[in-house]
């Protein structure tokens, strides 16, 4: 079965430093996509960054970059400058390439804290 | 702005109650999605819609009823619900998924509090 493990349920940053959240997962799959969500308090899961796991180039959104690693199924999310307002749960999420593959498999997600 | 929209946004009922969730997109999404979410915890599928056909149904309590009426909606109907029914309920909607890496939608969600 596949799996998404966030090992940190909570992380606490300096506002404008940086910080690493962690994923790992399991899958026997060798092509499939993995995702960052963030979940602020205002409850709308929004899309932070994807990646394709056939790409060897890690993916980077303006101050959000990814880590991955697929030898080592892991896929970790940098915060870079970080700010108030990304203040938030983060969940990383993974789904299958291929069609039919409906179903996004979650983390647990990590509660991040942006300190002033 | 939220591009998948949900209503209500709260929703209190009792347990002897029919009510229903509304979810409505115009992006085009064939795939449509509900998910139950408790406090800090993550999002668990219920229900996927492809095509407007049901696609997956984890094994929820039929005290919940999906209906998809057409590409743009779909309901979540609830009747005689539990306590331990209450919860964030989260729509969301994507590009067929075996086309590409396209990510799910979300919606801000119906807080349901049951009585």
């Known amino acids: 079965a596949q799996t998404v493990t966030q090992s940190q349920p909570e992380m606490s940053v300096q506002e404008a430093e940086t910080v690493t959240l962690s994923c790992t997962y399991d899958?026997?799959?060798?092509?499939?996509?993995l995702f960052w969500y963030k979940q602020p308090p205002s409850r709308q899961m929004i899309l932070v960054i994807r990646q394709e796991a056939y790409k060897q180039q890690n993916a980077t959104e303006n101050r959000f970059s990814v880590n991955f690693q697929k030898a080592a199924k892991s896929f970790s999310l940098k915060i870079s400058d970080s700010q108030l307002g990304d203040a938030a749960m983060y969940f990383c999420?993974?789904?299958?390439?291929?069609?039919?593959?409906?179903?996004?498999?979650f983390g647990t997600g990590t509660r991040l804290k942006v300190l002033a | 702005d939220t591009e998948v929209t949900q209503t209500p946004k709260h929703l209190v009922m009792g347990m002897t109650n029919k009510k229903s969730l509304k979810c409505e997109q115009h992006?085009?999404?064939?795939?449509m999605y509900w998910y139950k979410q408790k406090a800090k915890k993550p999002p668990e599928l219920m229900f996927v819609?492809?095509?407007?056909?049901?696609?997956i149904n984890e094994s929820v309590p039929s005290r919940f009823s999906p209906e998809c009426p057409n590409s743009s909606l779909l309901n979540l109907h609830l009747h005689a619900l539990q306590p331990e029914d209450s919860a964030l309920y989260l729509c969301a909607s994507s590009q067929d998924p075996g086309r590409g890496v396209y990510p799910q939608h979300f919606g801000d969600g119906t807080r349901l509090s049951i009585l």
């Open positions: 992006m085009g999404h064939r795939a």
């Open positions: 999420a993974y789904r299958p390439r291929g069609s039919g593959t409906y179903k996004y498999i």
């Open positions: 819609y492809s095509y407007e056909k049901l696609s």
């Open positions: 899958t026997s799959e060798s092509d499939y996509y």
